[in-house]
């Protein structure tokens, strides 16, 4: 399940670096999600490693 989401969080990344490439402000808004649920997930590991 961890690995599932792992591949679809570097997807959002890889797809909002595109969309930024080709000029639209959507990839920063994409970047910005990816990055917000990356740092949630890795505190969530981070707790229950505690």
């Known amino acids: 399940m961890k690995m599932l989401l792992n591949i679809v ?18 990839g920063v808004i994409i970047n910005l999600v990816s990055l917000i649920c990356m740092i949630v997930v890795f ?7 505690e």
């Open 43 to 49: 505190k969530k590991r981070n707790l229950i490693k």
């Open 9 to 26: 969080l570097m997807v959002m990344v890889l797809f909002g670096i595109g969309l930024l490439t080709m000029g639209y402000k959507v």
